[in-house]
């Protein structure tokens, strides 16, 4: 993986696309660039209809994380690409929003990313006006802004817990879908019951069976932030929708607004996770330090043997993601319009002030995190696909440019990568070979950050717990730190030995500027959190079953 998102890893195979000729796609017959033309003209001459193209139906083995007949999932070096983006965006149609989705994605695309999702605040206010408002506005920048591209999402609020991501791909069922779902089941539209965040997942999945879209994802968004996101739901929501609800922030956004302000921060926390006491609706098993960010991640992702790896000991495919939440810029000189947002659904135009806001706590999407997917192509859909199969990694503050994860054994020699599963018999042994790439430039602050360690974590697949609030997975560690060298090519290796019980492993990294004596991540200090000073990577697992 390498951060020029549009690089290849081999020769591509099938390719999955948009149901719907989408503006601003390749299927769109105005769209007149070179590539484009040719694929048309070779559907043409296959009597194939560009409607037609890769109209699949339920989540494959590769969305599920579960591999048939020792057959590899996500095989290394499959031909894919790699784009960066962003599924957490607000606009002026969050009643705490401001800017346009033109500015947002002109954005994304001034600092790198390839992709975007917006998700404004479901809500009634939403649900009523601004929906017929979002839609055509992201049709105008899709046109205009072909190098990103824009799903229509929505910020669930999802009923009895905190909120989500829900998007589609673009089709002529996708608005529908997405009013129907949030007058139906958002928890501030409808009733706010943990069994009701069941029945929307299951709806979401009817939707793609029936063929109404190819495919719709949900990722739980900033899920310690009031620790209102219970482990069994976690798990409830996986076991309802597999191929649904497949993951969760594994850092939040507003990352700004830990900065001191000493520093013209906002002074608040990393993430805004500066919760005074939990509330009554919070799971009363979580410890105290679950509601503070770690290194810039949540607490379920940054604790090794946490809330995360409790699902993957499990086997349950769960996979990360980083984001912006981008509602209000720091330093940005645009403040909210004065639009009544309740009557109208928008907060109207942003208004330039001509100065400086340093009580925000946000960056641009793409300013200092992003997720970085394998895709088969820069579609809609082979996008969500990759998401879906957990191909994917999070970065921060550019600490690396490229990844390379092999895990391969003697029963599947090409090996798999991020999200994958392998094999191995009984006793025998399991190879994992990990290749990274320098930033070769600064970050967006300037600074060029260094890669200072990379932990190999791994642990036992033990199957599912008989507690449905576990949130602990007690046999999972650091297998192994990796220094990282101060020049030359970073390669490291590990070999598991004589491998007699089912396991996962997962790789992070860090600058090692803020980490604890064991070598993990810090807890955030309130107030005093300069996130460019405190970098970590975290990729998605890859699952090793004995045969």
Do not use: C
Not at 100 to 127: R, S
Not at 513 to 521: C, I, N
Request: charged share 20%.
């Amino acid at each position: 993986m390498s951060h020029s998102h549009d690089h290849s890893h081999g020769d591509h195979t099938h390719h999955h696309h948009e149901v719907e000729p989408v503006e601003g796609s390749w299927l769109d017959p105005e769209d007149d660039r070179p590539s484009s033309v040719e694929r048309r003209k070779f559907l043409a001459g296959l009597g194939i209809a560009a409607g037609a193209v890769g109209a699949v139906g339920v989540a494959s083995a590769a969305g599920t994380g579960t591999a048939h007949a020792h057959e590899p999932v996500n095989p290394w070096g499959g031909g894919d690409r790699w784009y960066a983006g962003d599924h957490h965006i607000h606009t002026q149609y969050s009643d705490d929003g401001q800017y346009t989705i033109a500015q947002q994605v002109k954005k994304a695309h001034e600092f790198g990313l390839d992709w975007v999702v917006i998700t404004d605040h479901g809500g009634p206010a939403h649900q009523k006006f601004s929906i017929d408002q979002v839609t055509p506005d992201i049709e105008k920048v899709r046109r205009a802004q072909r190098d990103v591209l824009v799903y229509q999402g929505l910020e669930w609020n999802i009923p009895g817990a905190e909120h989500a991501t829900v998007f589609l791909p673009p089709g002529k069922n996708t608005v529908d879908i997405l009013k129907a779902f949030e007058l139906s089941y958002d928890g501030r539209v409808a009733n706010n019951t943990e069994p009701l965040a069941l029945a929307a997942l299951r709806y979401l999945e009817a939707q793609v069976l029936s063929g109404r879209t190819e495919i719709a994802l949900m990722f739980a968004n900033h899920p310690s932030r009031r620790g209102v996101d219970s482990p069994h739901e976690l798990r409830g929501w996986r076991d309802a929708a597999p191929g649904v609800a497949v993951g969760m922030e594994g850092a939040p956004g507003h990352q700004a607004a830990g900065i001191p302000k000493s520093a013209g921060g906002p002074g608040r926390a990393r993430g805004y996770y500066d919760t005074a006491a939990p509330s009554a609706e919070a799971f009363p098993g979580y410890p105290p330090e679950s509601y503070r960010t770690h290194g810039g991640f949540d607490w379920m992702t940054a604790k090794v043997g946490g809330m995360w790896d409790a699902l993957l000991a499990e086997g349950r495919p769960w996979w990360i993601t980083a984001n912006s939440d981008v509602h209000q810029v720091f330093n940005d000189t645009f403040t909210q319009g004065k639009q009544d947002y309740n009557t109208t659904g928008s907060k109207g135009a942003p208004i330039d002030s001509g100065v400086k806001q340093t009580n925000y706590g946000d960056f641009f999407p793409g300013q200092y995190g992003a997720n970085i997917v394998g895709a088969r192509s820069k579609s809609y859909v082979d996008i969500m696909r990759a998401m879906q199969a957990g191909k994917l990694l999070t970065v921060h503050g550019r600490l690396i440019d490229g990844l390379e994860l092999r895990v391969r054994s003697r029963d599947d020699l090409r090996g798999v990568t991020l999200g994958g599963r392998t094999f191995v018999r009984r006793g025998g042994d399991v190879e994992v070979t990990i290749e990274i790439d320098r930033a070769s430039g600064p970050n967006f602050a300037g600074l060029k950050p260094v890669l200072a360690k990379v932990d190999l974590i791994s642990g036992p697949v033990t199957g599912p717990s008989t507690d449905r609030d576990a949130f602990l997975a007690p046999e999972t560690v650091v297998t192994k730190t990796f220094e990282v060298p101060r020049s030359g090519k970073i390669r490291f290796s590990h070999t598991f030995k004589n491998v007699d019980r089912s396991f996962y492993l997962r790789l992070r990294g860090s600058d090692g500027k803020r980490l604890t004596s064991s070598g993990d991540p810090m807890i955030d200090e309130l107030a005093n959190s300069d996130p460019w000073q405190d970098l970590w990577f975290y990729a998605n697992p890859v699952f090793v079953d004995v045969i």
